[in-house]
């Protein structure tokens, strides 16, 4: 899900929702959401899907640290000077 999708569905408790198994670790979510407003004839109804899928974390190496930087300024150390 996109981040922006993400920030309209942080509002659990406004959405129905349908669950769909599609494989052993991935489900279809349709989001289902009405609203009425005083220009519209009746309530509306907006439907957003997203996919989740989830794995198992095979294998984890941290990065090396990065090394201390350079107190001297490039131009100083271009130069030589302390």
Request: charged share 30%.
């Amino acid at each position: 899900m996109s981040r922006a999708a993400g920030s309209r569905l942080s509002r659990a408790e406004e959405y129905g929702h349908l669950v769909f198994p599609t494989s052993e670790t991935s489900r279809l979510l349709e989001l289902t959401s009405e609203s009425w407003y005083s220009d519209w004839d009746g309530p509306r109804t907006f439907t957003r899907y997203a996919r989740l899928t989830v794995a198992e974390l095979a294998i984890s190496k941290e990065p090396p640290p990065a090394p201390p930087a350079s107190k001297k300024g490039v131009l100083r150390r271009a130069l030589g000077r302390d």
